[in-house]
């Protein structure tokens, strides 16, 4: 079983449509909790930066944490098409220095 | 204040051969991972250097190598190249080497193919 479930997609969704981006982890010393937004042949760009349960908001996005449940999420409102891309999250322990990448969720957003 | 810079950003090798891979760090960062992210998959990690030294490993082989400088810049080697290694290499700087506690920023990467 892989340390961090991410479903690939891809997902395709209407300018303006609210999207919801899902993680699932099994590793408990997980605590801190990142979205990274990369665009093709790009490296991955810093979206969110999360420690423990509960939400953290930032424009147009939401992170969402659910320790009990080993669950995170990011919601998208008024999606646009500069949205277009692949969200990968990431999750690390308190003690550990490597980060654990899900597979990246490949996104469209149409005009 | 400077972002993560890769060099060069494309490569194109043959199995066998030994490839040098360089990153310099965001201003004020002193740690350094390194990442591969094969195509449609998320970045696996390699190793992370930390005043130097080599500080923690992912499940990488011994010929996959690394250097920091005292400027904080960073090398990986990849020696006997196979064709499994082809894949996008991305270099992330953070500001201490306790993971989330200081999260990473990556650079643009190094896609390398080997034929």
């Known amino acids: 079983q892989k340390e961090v479930e991410q479903d690939p997609g891809p997902l395709s969704v209407p300018e303006g449509a609210i999207v919801s981006l899902n993680c699932t982890y099994s590793?408990?010393?997980?605590?801190?909790f990142m979205w990274y937004r990369q665009y093709s042949r790009k490296g991955p760009e810093l979206l969110m930066y999360?420690?423990?349960?509960g939400n953290k908001e930032d424009g147009r996005f939401t992170a969402q944490v659910d320790k009990s449940s080993k669950y995170i999420s990011l919601f998208i409102r008024d999606s646009q098409p500069s949205d277009s891309a692949t969200y990968l999250c990431?999750?690390?322990?308190?003690?550990?220095?490597?980060?654990?990448f899900g597979t990246g969720t490949s996104l469209t957003v149409i005009p | 204040e400077t972002g993560v810079t890769q060099s060069p950003t494309h490569l194109i090798k043959t199995r066998g051969q030994q490839v040098t891979l360089r990153c310099s760090s965001q201003?004020?960062?002193?740690?350094v991972s390194w990442y591969q992210q094969a195509l449609g998959q998320g970045p696996q990690f390699i190793f992370q250097?930390?005043?130097?030294?080599?500080?923690g490993r992912g499940n990488f082989p011994p010929r996959f190598s690394g250097l920091q400088f005292p400027n904080y810049s960073s090398e990986l080697n990849v020696n006997a190249l196979e064709l499994d290694d082809s894949a996008l290499y991305l270099c992330?700087?953070?500001?201490?080497?306790?993971?989330?506690?200081?999260?990473?920023?990556f650079g643009p990467g190094t896609r390398l193919l080997v034929l």
């Open positions: 590793n408990s010393a997980f605590q801190y």
């Open positions: 250097y930390y005043r130097e030294e080599e500080n």
């Open positions: 990431a999750m690390s322990a308190y003690t550990g220095n490597q980060f654990y």
């Open positions: 992330a700087s953070s500001a201490s080497p306790s993971g989330g506690q200081e999260t990473q920023y």
């Open positions: 999360t420690y423990s349960s």
């Open positions: 201003s004020g960062h002193n740690t």
